[in-house]
């Protein structure tokens, strides 16, 4: 590759690589204060054209790398700091085996763990970003990682990715310096890249205990409310979350089932940020 950038999140190490220069430049710039990995890289991530000619003439960048699914369509080179997100989320959904993986966002306070997850725009990426900003340590938005042998959640603090509405609501209360580029007309419409604080940073080798599971849910029409889960519907919701808990076997069962045994979970409705703030509070007070 002609352009590379690496990074070390956590527990993990990634190279990413361009044969444009601006999705590097752009990587770079997002993932400023970021450690550089003081040994090889767990995962490759590798930005390419999908066709010679498509390097210079409507360039399409096609994700590749240690992994990769091979129905993928490239994405246009103005989206190229989203593909290479993109890819470092794909080797880690495809190719983690050390931690069971969790689509979900975490923070933290006082050593405990807030472990949030649902269906895409239930509000965990907003909900995790504006905890980031009000005194929780930010641990990870897009996955939340379970050690197997320890029962912790190690910190992953990606870029978290805010999308459409979310973009204003979050830039209300962060630094602007730390906003990544506004990508508009992407699949999933505008995106815009909130880097955490230097604290969620400076202590990302700093594991947590799980305290509390949330299911968060956000309606403009719904009222203000928590609701008790099952262990079974914990069980499954988790399933259906976890990218690597079938290939990961007995262990991956066993950590999941301690997980649900030994950590409380609820959901949560909630019109607006202010009133799912107030819950997080009151059902965190009571733990």
Known sequence: MRHVHEIQVGPVAFRVGSEWKAPVEALASLYAGYPAPEGPCDFTVRLEAEKP????????????????LPDAAPMPLAHGLLAAEMGMNLQMALGQKRYLLLHASSVEKDGRALLMTGHSGSGKSTLAAILGERGWRLMGDEFA???????????????????????????????????????????KGSIRHLRPKAEALARMAEPARPALILFPRFGRDLTAEVR????????????????????????????????VRDVPARAIDYPDTEAALALVDELWSSL
């Open 53 to 68: 000619w498509r390097r210079w003439l409507k360039p399409a960048v096609a994700i590749r790398g240690d992994y990769v």
């Open 145 to 187: 990682l379970l050690d197997p042998a320890t029962g912790l959640l190690h910190a992953f603090p990606r870029a978290i990715s805010l999308k459409n509405g979310a973009i204003s609501v979050v830039a209300g209360v962060a630094d602007q310096s730390r906003l990544g580029p506004l990508l508009v007309g992407t699949p």
């Open 228 to 259: 008790t889960v099952g262990a079974a519907e914990v069980f499954v919701r988790l399933t259906q979350a976890s990218t690597n808990y079938v290939g990961l076997g007995e262990i991956g069962f066993e950590a999941l089932a301690a997980l």
